[in-house]
């Protein structure tokens, strides 16, 4: 009973305007440490910046050090040092997190920018289509299921189920084309390689920046925190 009524005053107390932040390995399951507000204004926990750069042993406001971060060698402090490892990642990915919805909103980030992750390549059935009011192309990949590429294999090529797969799952499309001319080509036909993913990088990256559109519907990035 003492300790309910302990908790219930510390779960009031956060409600509190100036309520007092503590920061401590529970930050990991805190979406405060990072995040856009309804008017796009990021924000940070104050408290967690200062204790991860006492943590880190460095000083966030500086550039990133070129020659790495410096790590503890002696296990005791090793120890310590891994507590933190949760909260550091899930902080990275609130910011990275942000940065995505800047960019999808339209609004710049200096020094990043958005782009595609790199896919591999999938099977498919390839549809020209055309757009009824704009009359422009609108062709398309529909995927094939793992018994639909089979069944292919099988009419096309007499290629039995077995021969389909490595172990545990279907064979790729490079994996498929060692098979012989005549599979390499039937796999020209019906492997594509899907749009990837969209990642936040830095300006540097060879990759050319995604064009935001922001009126429509918004291709949000697979690994976009929620």
């Known amino acids: 009973m003492d300790f309910g009524e302990e908790l219930k005053a510390a779960a009031d107390a956060t409600q509190d305007k100036n309520a007092m932040l503590c920061a401590g390995d529970w930050c990991t399951f805190c979406d405060a440490k990072a995040f856009v507000d309804e008017n796009g204004e990021f924000y940070e926990c104050p408290a967690l910046i200062d204790k991860m750069q006492e943590e880190a042993q460095m000083d966030f406001a ?8 410096p790590v503890p060698t002696d296990v005791k402090t090793l120890a310590h040092a ?5 909260v550091f990642d899930k902080y ?18 200096e020094g990043y920018k958005l782009v595609r992750k790199k896919a591999n390549r999938a099977f498919g059935v390839y549809t020209e289509d055309m757009d009824e009011l704009t009359e422009a192309d609108d062709n398309y990949w529909d995927g094939l299921s793992e018994g639909d590429v089979v069944a292919i294999m099988d009419s096309e090529l007499g290629l039995e189920r077995e021969k389909c797969y490595q172990p545990g799952k279907l064979k790729s499309p ?18 594509y ?28 990035p697979d690994d976009l925190e929620d």
């Open 62 to 69: 500086d550039e990133p050090p070129e020659m790495g971060i």
């Open 82 to 86: 891994a507590k933190w490892i949760g």
């Open 92 to 109: 990275a990915k609130a910011v990275d997190g942000a940065i995505q919805l800047e960019l999808l909103a339209g609004r710049p980030v």
């Open 174 to 191: 490079a994996q498929f084309e060692k098979m012989g001319k005549e599979v390499k080509k039937l796999i020209g036909e019906m492997a």
């Open 193 to 220: 390689k899907p749009e990837g993913g969209l990642t936040v990088t830095t300006e540097d990256d060879p990759r050319p920046a995604v064009e935001v559109t922001t009126g429509g519907s918004v291709d949000f």
